[in-house]
C-alpha cells in the first residue's frame, strides 16, 4: 500500500465537514482503498463484477450434507439463467455476474455465459488422498488471476467473490485449521443447515482429513484460539490436500484483484478461507481485501480474526454465491464516495469544534 | 401488518433456490415488510427520499458539547449545496434528499431546496423549563406527519429519517430514559466526542433536566435494563418537557410512513429516541420502522432493544445526518428484490435438500 496516499486519505477524513472519526469503520475503509490505488481520493469502486467459482467435492462421499451433489451444476444453470439470489443482489446494487466453471461434476445444459474454466469434474475425496494434484491447484489459482485479470481489463473497479459446490464448507473448515492451527471443532459449522448429527460427522470427516494429510495444529479445541499453522510451510500444497478447485480459484482472483491494485470484496467462509491460502502465498495481497461479511459459519469468524479483517456487514447469513460480499458493496463505495465528495470545514463555512 | 401477507411471504422464501433461513436477518425483514404492505411480494422500497430535520436546541447553553450552535444552521447549508456526507451517501444509493427547517436558531443565506417549516428559533433550556409548549410539540409531528404524506405522494416507496442540531443527543438521552426507564448514565454518550469531563457534565444534565420533569425511572445505573418508563404516560408532554422540533418531527415522519404503508429506515440514537415517542402515541406505527444502523451512542442501544428492532448496519458510526439510515437502504431493497425476484427449486428444477 502507498502509504502517502493512505496520508493523505486520513487527512482528508479530518477536515471533512463531519466530527472526527464519526463514520467509524468507513473511515479507515476509505485510508485503506486510497493506499491500494497510490492515490487519494481513491477511484469509486464501480462498475462492480461478482466472479462466482463453482466446483464440486470429492468428500461429498462421506456424507457431509444433505443436498445431492448435482445441485452444484443446477445453481450454475440458475446463476446463468439470473433466478439465483445472488442475481438479485446484484441486480439491486448495480453489479454483473460472471459464473465460472472452475471444478464442476456434471452439468445440465445451461443458459449462455458460463465461462468454461474447468478443471477437473471435481476433487478427489480429501480423505482418501489430496483433493488435487499440485497442478491441479496451480492451474484452478491461474484460472482466478485470470478472471481477475480480465474482468479489470473490461474496466470493473471493484470485484466480488462468489462461489458454488455442494459439500464446500467442509473444505472451508479444513483450509481454515490448516491455515491457522485451530481444532476441526472450532472451524467446522453447520454449513447450509446440517442436524447436529451430520455436523459431529462433518467435523469429524474434517479432522480425519486434516490427519490424513499431516496438518493438526497445536491449538486447543475450546473457542478460536489459534496456534502453528501447519498448512502454511507450504501453501499450494495445502491447498491442493483439502481445498477445492473453487478455493483455488478465488485465491487466484485475490492475487489477481491485488496484482491490479482493484479492491476484493470476499464472501463468506469460503473466501475466507481462500484468502488465507492467497495472504500464505503473498501476504501484500491483503492490501486488497475487503471483509464484505461475516457468516455464521464459524470458520469463517477463525479465518477473519487470522486475516486481520473487519466484517461490514453482519446479518446471520449463510448462503454464499457471493451474496454477502454484495450487499457490502454499496458500504465500501459509499466510503470512496464520501472521500471524494464531502465539503471540508473550509471549503463549506463551517465552524469547527471549540 | 397483514398476517396472510406475512405468511405468503415466509412460504415464498422457503421455496426459493436457497437453504431455508440462509439469508438470515433479511427473510426476517422480507416477511416484516410483505405484512406492512399487505401483499406478497411488497412493491420495491424505491424510489427513497432521506428527510433531513434541523432544529436548535435551548440546553446548548448548558455547555453540553464543543460544537457552536451556529453550526445547524451552516449545516443546513451545506446539505442544500450537497456537501455533507448524507449528500455523498445518498447519491451513491440514489436517494433524495429533502432538508426540513423545522427548529434552526439562526440559518445564514441558504441555497435552494429549503422546506421552511420552522415552528419556532430553537427549543427553550429544558434544565429550567419544558424546551416546547404542547402545541409546539404537536406542530413539529405535525410536520413530519406532512412531509411523510408528501414524499409518499411524490411517488417514494421508501423513507429515511435524518437530522441535524447541535446538542441533540442531550435531547435524545432524555427522551430515552424518559420512555424506557434507564438512568441518565447508561444512555447519554459521547455524541460527535465529547471529552471524560463534558460528558460527566452532559450526563448530569441529563439527569437534571429529567429530575426537573419528574421523568427519572427506577432502573438501576448499571447496563441498559430499563425498568418502569415515567414519560411514556403522557408522551407529548414528556416530549415537550425534554426533546427537541426536530425528534417531534420524525416521531410525526415515522407515524406518517406508518400510515402510508411505507417502510421509514431509521438512523441513529435521535431517530431511535423519536421512535420511542411515535411507539408510546401508536404502537402499531412500528410496523413500518426498520432500524438502518446502531450508533456508538449508548442510548441508541438501548432504545432499538425497547422497540424490539434489530440494526442492518454496525460500523461505529456517529454522525446522524440520516447517513446510517441511507447505508442501510440497499440492504432493505435487496430483502425485497430477492423475495420478487428468486427462482423456487420447482421453477428452477434445483433438487431440494434430501
Given at each position: 500500500a502507498d502509504a502517502e496516499a493512505a496520508a493523505q486519505a486520513r487527512d482528508r477524513q479530518a477536515r471533512m465537514t463531519k466530527p472526527a472519526g464519526s463514520l467509524g469503520v468507513l473511515e479507515d475503509l476509505s485510508v485503506r482503498l486510497a493506499g491500494l490505488a497510490g492515490v487519494c481520493p481513491p477511484p469509486l469502486p464501480e462498475p462492480a463484477a461478482v466472479a462466482v467459482f463453482a466446483g464440486d467435492h470429492g468428500v461429498h462421499a462421506q456424507g457431509v450434507t444433505p443436498w445431492p451433489q448435482e445441485v452444484t451444476g443446477q445453481m450454475v444453470a440458475n446463476f446463468l439463467a439470473g433466478g439465483a439470489v445472488v442475481n438479485a443482489f446484484a441486480t439491486q446494487v448495480g453489479a454483473s455476474v460472471t459464473v465460472v466453471d472452475v471444478g464442476v461434476g456434471t452439468l445440465p445444459p445451461a443458459g449462455d455465459g458460463l465461462l468454461d474454466r474447468n478443471i477437473r469434474r471435481g476433487t478427489r475425496d480429501m480423505t482418501v488422498?489430496?483433493?488435487?494434484?499440485r497442478d491441479e491447484a496451480v492451474a484452478a489459482i491461474e484460472v482466478g488471476i485470470a478472471v481477475a485479470r480480465d474482468l479489470v481489463a473490461a474496466g470493473n473497479r471493484a470485484l466480488l467473490t462468489g462461489d458454488m459446490g455442494i459439500a464446500n464448507t467442509t473444505a472451508s473448515a479444513a483450509l481454515v485449521a490448516a491455515f491457522t492451527g485451530a481444532d476441526a471443532g472450532a472451524v467446522t459449522g453447520a454449513g447450509t443447515g446440517v442436524d447436529a448429527e451430520t455436523l459431529r460427522h462433518k467435523t469429524d470427516i474434517v479432522r480425519r482429513a486434516l490427519a490424513r494429510h499431516g496438518l493438526v495444529g497445536d491449538a486447543p479445541a475450546a473457542g478460536s484460539a489459534t496456534g502453528t499453522a501447519p498448512g502454511a510451510a507450504d501453501p499450494i500444497e495445502t491447498l491442493a490436500a483439502v481445498g477445492g478447485l473453487e478455493h483455488a480459484a478465488i485465491a487466484g482472483f485475490v492475487l489477481g484483484a491485488a496484482a491490479e491494485r482493484v479492491p476484493v470484496i470476499l464472501d463468506g467462509v469460503i473466501a475466507g478461507s481462500s484468502a488465507l491460502v492467497a495472504a500464505a502465498l503473498a501476504p501484500a495481497c491483503l492490501d486488497a481485501a475487503v471483509a464484505g461479511h461475516r457468516s455464521t459459519e464459524p470458520g469463517h469468524g477463525v479465518a477473519l480474526a487470522h486475516l486481520g479483517l473487519t466484517p461490514l456487514v453482519d446479518l446471520s447469513l449463510r448462503l454464499g454465491e457471493g451474496t454477502g460480499a454484495v450487499l457490502a458493496l454499496p458500504l465500501v463505495q459509499a466510503s470512496v464516495r464520501a472521500l471524494r465528495d464531502v465539503a471540508t470545514f473550509d471549503s463549506a463555512g463551517v465552524t469547527e469544534k471549540q
Open positions: 488422498e489430496p483433493a488435487m494434484t
